[in-house]
Nanobody
Framework: QVQLVESGGGLVQAGGSLRLSCAAP????????MAWYRQAPGKQRELVVG???????NYADSVKGRFTISRDNAKSTVYLQMNSLKPEDTAVYYC??????????????WGQGTQVTVSS
């Protein structure tokens, strides 16, 4: 089972910034739809932002203007730059990769999650 490797979470004060990274297998990264989800305690996992292989993005309203997703196909890594963080952004953030190949068929891979805590 393929697992994505995340890094960059931590504790930050409100108004601060963090950058999350997620590395995916080189063999699928450039063709994959990559996304960040988050799950706060007692809440359902929700989509934060997704980015297609061509660079089109879709942000949740709650993070528009504050978060920026980017991808580096040469490094097989997707990033989430989070600025102006709020306490309500506190959650475990998960990286997700979906797509299809002849060899794998349809795939849907997840990272292990990284904790982001924003103090007020």
């Amino acid at each position: 089972q393929v697992q994505l490797v995340e890094s960059g979470g931590g504790l930050v004060q409100a108004g601060g910034s963090l950058r999350l990274s997620c590395a995916a297998p080189r063999s699928i990264f450039s063709i994959s739809l990559m996304a960040w989800y988050r799950q706060a305690p007692g809440k359902q996992r929700e989509l934060v932002v997704g980015i297609t292989s061509s660079g089109s993005t879709n942000y949740a309203d709650s993070v528009k203007g504050r978060f920026t997703i980017s991808r580096d196909n040469a490094k097989s890594t997707v990033y989430l730059q989070m600025n102006s963080l709020k306490p309500e952004d506190t959650a475990v953030y998960y990286c997700n990769s979906v797509g299809w190949t002849i060899g794998r068929g349809k795939y849907d891979y997840w990272g292990q999650g990284t904790q982001v805590t924003v103090s007020s």
